[in-house]
Each structure stands twice: as structure tokens, then as C-alpha cells.
């Protein structure tokens, strides 16, 4: 049976369940629809523009540090992006944008343009509400990632709030998102998937932003550990670096494969019709990979307090 005359009020229920792991994989993802990263030069603060810095997602650690050596490629032109409303809109956008073109001749009636226009305008005010809230909790963990010790515990309960919410912001977008295919009839969904055939994947080898997210949080945790074991003695200094140098090599080790299933998401969500249940068993296999990313680095940073706190 095609996708399209699938039940969608249990691929609705289905996708609740791994909404968590989606919000996670299109934070950081790249891809064609890119969430984006930092770009400074180091010992700088980064400067974005207005227009970027007035949208809801755009967050900007307060301290750059001499251990961050910067990202790949394209992440270099890209303001950090930490949470993902503006990513979702953008994706149902596009979606939106290609039906009504009328060079790929779907053909669609005035009902359903009015129909879309109006389920993207719904979508948008409830992800406004959800995405204020998001920013919220992440600047209290801005706040806490860069303090002079960090309270661990905290840490984890932040995250376990921050990926509530954008669990609530990932369901908001796949309802979203398959009600918008759902508007199309049988032979406006089979022109779709068939132009999906010849869809060129995206291609690039930029590690997921994620990765380079927590390796400047990482770099400003050790300057600060830095600064104040400047009276220490040099076995303290060698398990300090040791911790250091083994959290990096972690966090890069789980971010690769975290790239390759963030990669794989994206491939699907490019498609001008999307497989909803192939996506769905891609964040079945990339979740676990997502929350162990998280819960490392949340340990390693851990490992970079001054040894009186931890």
C-alpha cells in the first residue's frame, strides 16, 4: 500500500514517540535546509547580523576561547542555531513552496493552496510559543556551561526540559508536515514521489553542527579549568589535560555517527514527498546515537571542573 493511504493518525502516534529524537537530529543537522554554527575568530565574540540575530534561534556563547579552532566548510558561514522552530518552518516551507510551483504540475486547486496556507500559518504560531520557551531553558544553559564550575546535575536536568519542549516542537512538525502531503490527492502524491527518483541527495562531509557546538563549549571549560589550576601542580595539569584530550576525542568519535544518521534524515526530509515511515526507522536507529552524544558531553564536561567542585 502507498505511504499516502497509510493510516495517519497511527503514523501520527508513531512519530510521537521518536519526536524527541528528531528535534535532536535537525538542531545541528546540515544538509539543504541548514540549522547552521558558530563563526568567530577565536578570542572574539561573534557578530550576526540583525536579521540573524533577532530570530528566535540564534544564541551566541558569551565567551570565545584560544583551545576552539573553528569548523568545516560551509559551517564557517553559519550562525550557531540551537533550537529548531526556525528549522522546522523552513522545511514545511519548502515543501509548501515546491507544490505550488507550477512548473512541477500538480495543478492545485484553490482549496488547496488555501488549505496549505492556512496549516502553515496554525503551525507557525504554535512553534512561536514552543520555540520562545526552547530559548528560554537554553539560555539557562548557556549560563551554566560557562559559569566557573559547573553544577552537573543541573546540567542534565536542563537538557531533560530543553528536549521536552523540542520533543512538543518535533511532534508540532511531523503532524505538520503529514497533513500538509495529506492535502495532495492520488495523482498529485505519485507525480511527487516520482520527482523524488531524480532528486539529487545532499552532499557534503560538514560534521553535524552539534559536533562543534560542544567541542567550543568543551575549549572554553578547559580555559576556565585552566585559569584556575594556574597554581597547581603539574600532575593535576596532566589529569586535567588527559580528561580533556579523551572527552574531544569521545564527542568526535559519537559525532561522526551522529553525522551519518543526521545526513541520512536529511536525504529523506530533501525529497519532495517524504517517506514518513522511513524516516521514522532512521530516528529509530539514529536516537540512541543522539542521546549518547548528549549524555557524554554532558559527563566530559563534568570531568573539567576545578577539582575543589567536583
Known amino acids: ?12 502516534r508513531m512519530f510521537r514517540k521518536v519526536y524527541g529524537i528528531l528535534a535532536g537530529v535537525l538542531l545541528f543537522a546540515g544538509g539543504p535546509l541548514p540549522a547552521g554554527a558558530a563563526t568567530a ?9 540583525w536579521d540573524e540575530a533577532r530570530t528566535l534561534s540564534r544564541w551566541v556563547v558569551p565567551a570565545q576561547s584560544l583551545g576552539w579552532v573553528g569548523v568545516q566548510g560551509r559551517e564557517r558561514e553559519k550562525p550557531m542555531t540551537v533550537t529548531p522552530g526556525n528549522r522546522f518552518l523552513e522545511i514545511l516551507g519548502t515543501h509548501a513552496h515546491w507544490y505550488f510551483d507550477r ?3 500538480l495543478a492545485l486547486s484553490e482549496r488547496q493552496k488555501h488549505r496549505i496556507v492556512r496549516l502553515l500559518i496554525r503551525t507557525r504560531d504554535r512553534l512561536v510559543r514552543l520555540d520562545a520557551r526552547d530559548l528560554f531553558l537554553v539560555q539557562r544553559f548557556e549560563a ?33 508536515l503529514g497533513s500538509l502531503q495529506k492535502v495532495l490527492l492520488p495523482d498529485q502524491r505519485r507525480i511527487a514521489v516520482a520527482m523524488g527518483h531524480d532528486t539529487i541527495p545532499p552532499l557534503s562531509v560538514d560534521l553535524s553542527g552539534a559536533v562543534f ?3 567550543r563549549i568543551l575549549s572554553i571549560r578547559w580555559n576556565l579549568l585552566q585559569n584556575a589550576m594556574s597554581s597547581g601542580g603539574k600532575e593535576e595539569k596532566s589529569r586535567a589535560l588527559a580528561a580533556y584530550e579523551k572527552g574531544r576525542k569521545e564527542i568526535l568519535f559519537l559525532g561522526t555517527e551522529k553525522t551519518v544518521w543526521d545526513k541520512k ?23 540512541p546515537v543522539e542521546a549518547r552524544f548528549w549524555e557524554t558531553f554532558i559527563k566530559v564536561v563534568g570531568t573539567l571542573n576545578p577539582a575543589s567542585v567536583r
Open 1 to 12: 500500500m502507498p505511504i499516502w493511504e497509510k493510516d495517519w493518525k497511527s503514523m501520527d
Open 41 to 49: 575568530q577565536a578570542n572574539v565574540a561573534p557578530s550576526l547580523r
Open 103 to 105: 512548473r512541477n504540475h
Open 144 to 176: 551554566a556551561v560557562a559559569s566557573p564550575s559547573v553544577d552537573i546535575a543541573e546540567m542534565g536536568r536542563l537538557n531533560e526540559r530543553i528536549g521536552a519542549v523540542e520533543g512538543e516542537e518535533a511532534g508540532v512538525f511531523m503532524g505538520a
Open 213 to 215: 557546538f560542544a567541542d
Open 265 to 287: 534524515a536529511d536525504d529523506l526530509m530533501s525529497q519532495p514527498f517524504v517517506d514518513l515511515g522511513a524516516l521514522g526507522a532512521v530516528e529509530k536507529k539514529g536516537g
